[in-house]
């Protein structure tokens, strides 16, 4: 017979395609695939929908109450302090759906190849461009209403090289 220690201690949550997160920790952890990519997001106000749009998550943050969560075609910041908490589902297709909520308003975000968002939007001239999502790399490279940037540091940056050195110049 094993000898076992009592469990005093909860185990960890286990999530398997589908739960409600409520510790900070663990919803960044399921949301940081999303970091540097294109998200589509619909705004609920109770059952309102009361904007959607698409935009590149430039970063996820916790423990910083001085920053706001913000959703803009050129960025979206998530602080998951703004949150009570993040349920996630997976869809038919294998694309995982996040909800952000706090109260009774909440964030819908889905990654934006998808293509249009799976939640039921009436069409609302105000919010809607009336163009579709870009379906592909090609398509989102040409589409103005979208702006995608890399940063892209030298080798030489990472070894601490500045401005004024022998590039050329071999090792002793």
């Given at each position: 017979?094993?000898?076992?220690?009592?469990?005093?201690?909860?185990?960890?949550?286990?999530?398997?395609?589908?739960?409600?997160?409520?510790?900070?920790?663990?919803?960044?952890?399921?949301?940081?695939?999303?970091?540097?990519?294109?998200?589509?997001?619909?705004?609920?106000?109770?059952?309102?929908?009361?904007?959607?749009?698409?935009?590149?998550?430039?970063?996820?943050?916790?423990?910083?109450?001085?920053?706001?969560?913000?959703?803009?075609?050129?960025?979206?910041?998530?602080?998951?302090?703004?949150?009570?908490?993040?349920a996630f589902d997976t869809t038919s297709e294998q694309l995982l759906v996040y909800t952000l909520t706090i109260g009774s308003e909440r964030v819908v975000l889905e990654f934006a190849a998808a293509g249009q968002p799976r939640v039921t939007v009436d069409p609302d001239p105000e919010l809607s461009t009336g163009r579709p999502l870009p379906r592909n790399a090609e398509e989102l490279a040409r589409d103005l209403r979208f702006i995608q940037m890399e940063l892209l540091m030298s080798a030489d940056a990472d070894a601490g090289d500045t401005e004024g050195g022998d590039e050329d110049e071999e090792p002793s």
């Open positions: 017979m094993l000898d076992s220690a009592p469990m005093s201690e909860a185990r960890a949550k286990l999530f398997i395609n589908t739960g409600v997160a409520t510790a900070k920790g663990d919803m960044y952890n399921i949301l940081r695939p999303l970091l540097k990519q294109t998200v589509s997001y619909t705004y609920f106000r109770g059952t309102r929908v009361e904007s959607h749009g698409t935009g590149w998550v430039e970063r996820i943050v916790v423990d910083h109450p001085e920053m706001a969560s913000y959703f803009t075609p050129l960025a979206i910041c998530l602080n998951l302090d703004s949150f009570d908490y993040l």
